[in-house]
């Protein structure tokens, strides 16, 4: 399978980087060339040629047509952005990744798009990061990605992109436009606005409060931190189902105060219990393999050349540290740094550590 | 130092774990037997010898008197939980950690408690889940922890908490009581309430639509899935000050749903940037002020020693990596490292690793 990604923020890129993995060739273009060589030089591909004046159906005369175009721009510009391959014949057929489906198929069938070939998508992935250097091929592992063809597009161009959908490692699910945004709005949209209500409080907040914050407002406020332009685009796109979700969550939390000052904990209870249920009805972080990591705890010192020493350490010693993670208490001297290693190898790592004088933990 | 945990749930026993850790003697004693003994089987320490009719100042005669009590029980039972074991002459001094302050102290003072030996405490520190078998030694490494003394408590008292406090781990900041509720009323008492009232929505939600729940949802909601009995009693405990966050929470939703209905998505954009301007001031896990550093991201080889070269290069340029996160794909022969300096340090390091081969991007 040949893939051109138009677009290489964290879902362009992280496709990108999904399909190498299975060999896929993949060629990269971005309105921002620094963003694509990025995406690039971390292995996502290689950039597509620029089309230049006189760009007959291919790519390039070495190259051909790419299988797939996948789009993966903001939802107001995938429309156009489709427009634009198709007139330049890119790829046999075509997919996006936007948030909201029911904009992008009106406005492609308004521009007079070939939607035969147009397989709406949404992979139900992300990060509160953007750009290609946060991308990751494992994005999408065991994650839904819902397909929403239109009444027109072909079979065969939605069991091509079910193929890239399971390459990515990803669980395809079809549904229809409608219903997708109606969901999503509930499940992605409107947590974002909670999350961004709740972190606005925190805007004016004394430092000494938020000094008392814990990893919960940590939790609940963690995708507020979201790119506000894109967010607003998706929002808007699907106002109506979104400010019904709202609408709902803002009625519970007044009444909630009003209980509150009221003196009558017992109603609050109520919400409490039934948020509760709630919690317990969202599917976790189902399928996909997990790589099982040990954590080893060593404490270092705050000063140049520690963490030098501690990655020499475990380099003499063979081991490869997949990821680390440094906790710093200001003010103290001294942090934990958590070191993930694969199982095999955490002996080796303590061993090596303690003979270095560091205290460790497993 | 000899301690006792009066109350082995998640936060007893995790402060038990904490201090057997560093050769603390501790004595473990809960209404419910066999918590006590499954926090004892965790290797938290020895059950508290039952007092009997004719119980004196001392716990046991081989054993003496605690030099402190860690009162880990429910916010409303505190008072008596004190008032019980300074009538039994348990410790010489006290500290609780329940998550409000001014309700224990003023019952404390009208139960006739002896105030100059207790310490009204609260560390900031949790899971979703709850009992002895979820606690974890480490639950307070780095995490603030506020004392709260009394007009009458002794520094003596201070003292020996503030000790046990970063036995822990835990960075003691002192405040008063007052001050203290109105503070994790934000940041921790009105956010739970609002994780709830969004899971809420997910109660009656068709299952179709929570397939398609990503990451932000689960984050959102997670601390929804507390225990409501006792977040109604500290809800209920802090009532005014959260009634008003919430409120004003309640206030944006509505607001931000009108203006999605009405076609308005400037307004909305307002709310989304205030709310990253919040999230930005949530310090991370390391508590205290956020120090501001500067990202380098390098594009690294997946292979033992290139961590060591990399650390090594920052360091011959002088630099001190703050902190690193890595971000690999599984398979990729390549990561990027995400490198946090002082502002100061970013040009040099930027230089030395683009001198050493790396590709780099600020």
């Given at each position: 399978m040949r893939v051109a990604v138009i677009g290489t923020g964290l879902i362009g890129t992280s496709v990108a980087l999904a399909l190498r993995e299975h060999g896929v060739s993949v060629w990269l273009a971005d309105s921002d060339p620094e963003a694509a060589?990025?995406?690039?030089?971390?292995?996502?591909?290689?950039?597509?040629?620029?089309?230049?004046?006189?760009?007959?159906?291919?790519?390039?005369?070495?190259?051909?047509?790419?299988?797939?175009?996948?789009?993966?721009?903001?939802?107001?510009?995938?429309?156009?952005?489709?427009?634009?391959?198709?007139?330049?014949?890119l790829a046999s057929c075509y997919t996006d990744v936007a948030s909201v489906k029911q904009l992008p198929v009106s406005?492609?069938?308004a521009l007079g798009c070939?939607?035969?070939?147009?397989?709406?998508?949404?992979?139900?992935?992300?990060?509160?990061?953007?750009?290609p250097a946060a991308a990751r091929a494992d994005l999408f592992l065991g994650r839904t990605w819902a397909l929403c063809p239109a009444p027109e597009t072909s079979e065969q161009a939605v069991d091509t992109i079910t193929t890239l959908v399971r390459t990515c490692g990803a669980v395809p699910v079809r549904t229809d436009a409608a219903a997708?945004?109606?969901w999503v709005a509930l499940v992605s949209h409107a947590p974002h606005l909670v999350a961004a209500a709740m972190a606005a409080r925190c805007e004016a907040a004394p430092a000494e409060a938020l000094d008392l914050a814990g990893q919960g407002l940590r939790d609940v406020t963690r995708i507020a931190a979201g790119d506000t332009g894109?967010?607003?685009?998706?929002?808007?796109?699907?106002?109506?189902?979104?400010?019904?979700?709202?609408?709902?969550?803002?009625?519970?939390?007044?009444?909630a105060a009003r209980m509150l000052t009221e003196g009558d904990p017992k109603s609050v209870a109520t919400l409490l219990d039934i948020g509760q249920a709630g919690v317990a009805r969202i599917p976790g972080k189902h399928g996909g393999a997990p790589r099982e990591f040990t954590a080893?705890?060593?404490?270092?010192?705050?000063?140049?050349?520690?963490?030098?020493?501690?990655?020499?350490?475990?380099?003499?010693?063979?081991?490869?540290?997949?990821?680390?993670?440094?906790?710093h208490s200001p003010g103290l001297p001294v942090g934990v740094a958590e070191l993930s290693v694969r199982p095999a190898e955490a002996g080796p790592l303590l061993a090596a550590l303690?003979?270095?004088?560091?205290p460790v933990r497993r």
């Open positions: 060589r990025l995406a690039a030089n971390l292995g996502a591909g290689v950039p597509l040629p620029d089309p230049g004046p006189e760009t007959g159906p291919e790519i390039g005369p070495e190259i051909g047509r790419a299988d797939v175009a996948v789009i993966a721009v903001p939802p107001s510009a995938v429309a156009a952005t489709l427009a634009a391959a198709q007139a330049r014949g406005q492609a069938r070939d939607m035969t070939s147009y397989v709406p998508g949404h992979p139900l992935a992300g990060r509160e990061k953007h750009g997708h945004d109606r894109l967010w607003t685009q998706i929002l808007a796109a699907n106002a109506e189902p979104v400010a019904e979700v709202l609408a709902a969550v803002a009625a519970d939390l007044a009444e080893v705890q060593v404490v270092i010192r705050d000063q140049p050349g520690e963490l030098t020493r501690l990655f020499d350490a475990a380099g003499r010693a063979g081991v490869n540290i997949e990821d680390v993670r440094i906790e303690e003979a270095g004088g560091w």
